[in-house]
């Protein structure tokens, strides 16, 4: 991963083609006026998908902005306090899954960050590679069931993360794409390499399962019961044998 500087902060990124990005890159205005926006995910903000050019091989990136949650957003809605690049939000991603990509783990591709400074504040947004053909699974399972191989396939995916200390702070249905049969874990916001511990991963474990359960309660069609559950956790276990 490298950095270069701009005038009010810096572009981190990590592929030699995300060199020439610049910070109006890092804007949908910037996309939409090369008719480059190819969609959207809406939550509680928007991230955008966006066609690229020839020299990015024409791939499909993935643009979100920092947005603030909880209490904080009502001071404000995007400046976060700057105490050094590498604990910005932005760069801090970027650079674990740079490392978890390079390590073969199933994450997008990360492409590169901007961190823009005001004073004692930043604002920061990331792009990363969008994974083709995939769907989060509260959008799979709203109209797909998944056997127990693919359950116990994801539980073990889980585990891999967790064997290799990875903590993933907001673990949910819509954090956790599939395509092909395949697992991708993303927005890695807030998450580190910690040590591994059946506290934080059991409580990680949790929090997935409030996020299934939160979600059918809003979606009655939600393809998911306890012995979906039970057969992630047994695939989980055969790999990372807590006391859940």
């Avoid at 902005?65 to 932005?90: I, N, P, Q, V």
């Avoid at 916001?189 to 996020?211: C, F, M, T, V, Y």
Wanted: aromatic letters at 14%.
């Amino acid at each position: 991963m490298q950095v270069k500087f701009i005038s009010n902060g810096v572009i981190a990124w990590c592929p030699p083609s995300a060199k020439q990005l610049t910070a109006d890159s890092f804007t949908v205005e910037y996309w939409q006026s090369q008719n480059a926006v190819v969609g959207q995910s809406k939550g509680r903000y928007t991230t955008w998908f966006v066609q690229t050019s020839a020299e990015h091989r024409h791939q499909q990136w993935v643009l979100r902005h920092y947005w603030r949650g909880g209490l904080m957003e009502k001071f404000s809605r995007d400046a976060y306090l700057y105490t050094g690049l590498s604990r910005t939000r932005a760069y801090a991603e970027l650079a674990l899954l740079a490392q978890l990509y390079q390590e073969g783990f199933a994450v997008p591709n990360p492409i590169a960050a901007k961190i823009e400074r005001f004073g004692l504040w930043y604002r920061a947004d990331i792009i990363i590679e969008r994974v083709s053909g995939a769907k989060d699974l509260v959008a799979h399972l709203a109209h797909h069931t998944m056997d127990n191989t693919l359950w116990y396939k994801l539980g073990e995916t889980i585990a891999k993360f967790h064997l290799r200390g990875v903590y993933h702070a907001d673990l949910n249905a819509k954090n956790i794409l599939i395509t092909d049969e395949q697992f991708y874990l993303i927005d890695f916001d807030r998450g580190e390499i910690k040590s591994p511990h059946a506290k934080w991963q059991q409580a990680n474990l949790q929090r997935l399962l409030r996020s299934f359960n939160k979600e059918q309660t809003k979606l009655a069609a939600l393809q998911f019961n306890s012995q979906n559950w039970q057969q992630l956790l047994n695939g989980y276990q055969t790999l990372n044998p807590i006391n859940l």
